[in-house]
C-alpha cells in the first residue's frame, strides 16, 4: 500500500496568515493526490485534485502544487471558515490511502 | 449536477448484517468506478473497497480489514451501489461514505450514512 504522510498534524495560525500543509507519498504517485477540507460531522469536501487543479466553487485562495512524492496545499490568507482538519489522499492506485491530517487551529 | 446519496445505515449488533445503498445520479453510472471509503468516530478516512464498471470486468478489491466480510455491488439499472456488510465488529462503526471519479481527475464524495456496531 501507499503510505500518505501529512505535516504538521497540527497547526495553530491567524486570520490572514499565509499557510502550507505538506504530504509526502511514500512512492511516486504522480500528479493522482486529491486534498479535502473536513468540519466536525460534515464530509470532506474536495479542495484539488490532480495535485494543482481547483475544485469548482472552492476560493482562489486555495492552491495545490507538486508531483511525484512531495506535495502541499497552501492557503494564501486564512479566513475564519478555514479552521477545519485537511486530509490528502492518493489515486494513483486502485487503494486509495489518506493521510492522518492536518487540524488548523486558532492561534 | 452530480450526487450521490447514501442510505440504510443503523445500529446493529456484533456479527450482524446490514446493506448499505448509494444512490447516484448526474452522470452516467454504467461506466464509473465506485469506492466506499469509512470514517470511525474522531478518526482519519479509510478507503474500504472498489467495484469497476461492468465493461471494465466488474470485478472488486476490498481493504484487508473487510474482505472476506464486505461485498461490493452495483445495479446499473438503478443507479445503485451496495455494500452488504456480515459479520459486524464495534471496530466497523464508522460514517460510510461512497465516492467516484471522473475521467477529469475530479472526484465526488456522497454525505454518509452512520453504522453504529454495538451490543
Known amino acids: 500500500d501507499i503510505q500518505m504522510t501529512q505535516s504538521p498534524s497540527t497547526l495553530s495560525a491567524s486570520v490572514g496568515d499565509r499557510v502550507t500543509f505538506t504530504c509526502r507519498a511514500s512512492q511516486s504517485i504522480s500528479s493522482w493526490l486529491a486534498w479535502y477540507q473536513q468540519k466536525p460531522g460534515k464530509a470532506p469536501k474536495l479542495l484539488i485534485y490532480k495535485a494543482s487543479s481547483l475544485e469548482s466553487g472552492v476560493p482562489s485562495r486555495f492552491s495545490g502544487s507538486g508531483s511525484g512524492t512531495e506535495f502541499t496545499l497552501t492557503i494564501s490568507s486564512l479566513q475564519p471558515d478555514d479552521f477545519a482538519t485537511y486530509y490528502c489522499?492518493?489515486?494513483?492506485?486502485?487503494?486509495?490511502?489518506f493521510g492522518q491530517g492536518t487540524k488548523v487551529e486558532i492561534k | 449536477e452530480v450526487e450521490l446519496v447514501e442510505s440504510g445505515g443503523g445500529l446493529v449488533k456484533p456479527g450482524g448484517s446490514l446493506r448499505l445503498s448509494c444512490a447516484a445520479s448526474g452522470f452516467i453510472f454504467s461506466n464509473a468506478w465506485m469506492s466506499w471509503v469509512r470514517q470511525a468516530p474522531g478518526k482519519g478516512l479509510e478507503w474500504v473497497g472498489r467495484i469497476k464498471s461492468k465493461t471494465d470486468g466488474g470485478t472488486t478489491d476490498y481493504a484487508a480489514p473487510v474482505k472476506g466480510r464486505f461485498s461490493i455491488s452495483r445495479d446499473d439499472s438503478k443507479n445503485t451501489l451496495y455494500l452488504q456488510m456480515n459479520s459486524l465488529r464495534t471496530e466497523d462503526t464508522a460514517v460510510y461514505y461512497c465516492a467516484t471519479y471522473f475521467g477529469s481527475g475530479s472526484l465526488f464524495w456522497g454525505q454518509g450514512s452512520l453504522v453504529t456496531v454495538s451490543s
Open positions: 489522499q492518493q489515486y494513483n492506485s486502485y487503494l486509495w490511502t
